[in-house]
């Protein structure tokens, strides 16, 4: 298995811009996880979806954000419109239940918003 | 509510040197706690978790329920240590898919 695939792995945008991160989770994995990382909050979990239903959006910071998961093979998380302040490493990670007891990691989006 | 802290958000050693790297929890059940290591521009990755009780890399950890602890050691830090730490909790049980995670420590191991 390739792990855990994000696309794009770095977006410059202007603000105002939508914005569309990718991610693939690990084939067979039930839980999918999109977190932020910057220098100041650390590692922000945004938003989690369990057999693609949404669990846990509290973490989502407006309403300028949104993800969805319309299969158990892809999801995406978007930005509109975007601003400065959203400028962080977007990490989508996956896990499956029952398995490896661990979240496995997609290498990240480094989202740059000017 | 869960939650996690790692009270140092920089850490620095020199080669060589004991390295501990602090995390306390808040929890009233039963959990699962994780360290997770990310080195420079790479994705975050499980290190150890305090059921295997093993030790991964020369570091170790111990789960210390009285002063709901679990503190990341390693008695001789290296260079390719220097990385981001990050302490986890994960609820045995329902919803275990989620996992609480600390702001993260930057360790830098100097030469």
């Known amino acids: 298995d390739a792990g855990v695939i994000q696309s794009p792995r770095h977006e410059v945008t202007e603000m105002g811009q939508e914005v569309t991160l990718r991610c693939k989770p690990i084939?067979?994995?039930?839980?999918l996880f999109w977190y932020r990382q910057t220098m100041m909050r650390g590692l922000e979990l945004l938003i989690y979806?369990?057999?693609?239903?949404?669990?846990?959006d509290s973490g989502m910071p407006e309403d300028r954000f949104s993800a969805k998961m319309p299969n158990a093979s892809f999801s995406t998380l978007k930005i509109q419109p975007s601003e400065p302040r959203d400028s962080a490493v977007y990490f989508c990670?996956?896990?499956?239940?029952?398995?490896?007891?661990?979240?496995?990691f997609g290498p990240g989006t480094r989202l740059t918003v000017t | 509510a869960q939650r996690v802290t790692q009270p140092e958000k920089l850490l620095s050693v020199f080669k060589g040197a004991p390295v501990e790297l602090k995390c306390n929890y808040s929890?009233?059940?039963?959990?699962?706690l994780f360290w997770y290591v990310q080195y420079s521009r790479q994705r975050l990755q499980l290190l150890l978790r305090?059921?295997s009780r093993e030790s991964i890399k020369g570091f170790t950890a111990d789960l210390n329920k009285g002063e709901t602890s679990f503190h990341l050691k390693k008695p001789f830090a290296q260079e390719e240590d220097s990385a981001m730490y990050y302490c986890?909790?994960?609820?045995?049980?329902?919803?275990?898919?989620?996992?609480?995670f600390g702001d993260g420590t930057t360790l830098t191991v100097k030469p």
């Open positions: 986890a909790l994960r609820k045995v049980g329902t919803n275990a898919g989620k996992s609480t």
């Open positions: 979806f369990n057999n693609n239903v949404p669990i846990d």
């Open positions: 305090h059921i």
């Open positions: 929890y009233s059940g039963s959990p699962e």
């Open positions: 990670a996956s896990f499956k239940r029952g398995g490896s007891y661990e979240q496995y």
């Open positions: 084939s067979g994995h039930d839980y």
